[in-house]
């Protein structure tokens, strides 16, 4: 296994949905966005996620809506 990490979302369903039309696989567990690294993920594939965590940052605030 790997390193699990829960960040808090302000809209866990449409940050989860942007990063699955993404091919990034991701959970909500209450407010937070779950990702889960394992042995098989890349330096590159890990970059991929900050990216879209980034380019989607304004989901993660609290109140957040899907515009």
């Known amino acids: 296994m790997g ?11 449409a ?14 567990r209450h407010d937070g966005l779950r990702i889960s690294f394992h042995v098989h993920n890349t330096r590159n594939g890990v970059g991929t996620v900050l990216e879209l965590l980034k380019k989607n940052r304004k989901l993660m605030e609290p109140g957040a809506n899907a515009a």
């Open 15 to 28: 940050i989860i949905e942007r990063l699955a039309a993404e091919n990034v696989i991701c959970s909500g």
């Open 3 to 13: 390193p699990l990490v829960v960040l808090q979302s302000g809209n866990v369903e």
